[in-house]
């Protein structure tokens, strides 16, 4: 019997901080201690990039980097049921990295292709909240080594669009409710982890 203990860990910081290496860093340790080899949970997909060559040119540079970092890593691709996504792969001894949580819930909020106001009240689509809720719930239920990836959005200036300042008022909420559920929790500044909150398995 697997007896490996659970531990679901959230790595944020701003843009190009150093996050997303340092949870990859993260996850090669782990592995080292459970075998086998890490799901990439990637948020980001390749087709649903289309002809966005700034995406297709970030996911080879995550995918690059992962290679030089050596280690054993298997890629999915899941930018919207991220909850059955995590059921499906976060078992007992297995190490899963999501990478990033702010893409998937940008995914979320445009996935009917909805066209937001610039002004007033800004209402999401039926799926954000069904799909946002199964994903914090399915947080609760994993197992093994979960590590989650975000961005942190809202040091900046306020956006003086509506739907951009929605954007990052549910970007920090939805890092709060995973921060709650997670035993390890880093802040990553210039490449350097700051650790926030640190339980014991």
Known sequence: MNTAPTRRSLIFGGARSGKSAHAERLALA???????????????????????????????????RRSELGGRWRTVEEPLALGAALRTHAQPGQVVLVDCLTVWLANLLFADGIEFPDAGPIVPPPAFTRLREDFLLALQEVRGEVILVSNEVGMGIVPQGAISRWFVDEAGRLNQAVAAQCERVQWVAAGLPLSLKELSC
């Open 30 to 64: 782990a592995q080292a201690q459970a075998g086998g080899e890490i799901l990439y949970l990637a948020t980001a997909s390749r087709s649903a990039s289309g002809d966005d060559a700034e995406m297709q040119q970030r996911i080879d540079q995550h995918q690059q």
